[in-house]
């Protein structure tokens, strides 16, 4: 069974960082798609980074200058490092995966068979 446990959100202030985890297990990792998604009240869920882990990554233009992403295979855990960040990043962010066989890049919230819970990031100007 595939399970996916996000962690690492919380308050910032503008100008902050903050590193979120997201471990998973129940499938090959080493060859899956995955991809970082946040959802803020009143909007739909939009895609921030999506990346294949082994390799191929696509941030989105509003995060591309500030966010990263990196992937430890010893531990099934994918990590997104958010610097700079400002007040309209605040949502709740999802990991997500779509396990092998996929082609990654997809930005399509349906691509995506399996989502974590969601760890609130909330940034104060």
């Known amino acids: 069974q595939v399970h996916l446990v996000e962690s690492g959100g919380g308050s910032v202030q503008a100008g902050g960082s903050l590193r979120l985890s997201c471990a998973a297990s129940?499938?090959?990792?080493?060859?899956?798609?995955m991809g970082w998604f946040r959802q803020a009240p009143g909007n739909k869920r939009e895609g921030v980074v999506v990346f294949r882990v082994d390799g191929g990554t696509y941030l989105a233009d509003s995060v591309k200058d500030r966010f990263s992403v990196s992937v430890d295979k010893t531990k099934n855990t994918a990590y997104l490092q958010m610097n700079s960040l400002k007040p309209e990043d605040t949502a709740m962010y999802y990991c997500?995966?779509?396990?092998?066989?996929?082609?990654?890049?997809?930005?399509?919230?349906?691509?995506?068979?399996?989502w974590g819970q969601g760890t609130q990031v909330t940034v104060s100007s």
């Open positions: 129940g499938y090959t990792y080493s060859s899956a798609c």
């Open positions: 997500a995966a779509d396990p092998p066989p996929c082609y990654g890049g997809s930005w399509r919230v349906s691509d995506y068979n399996y």
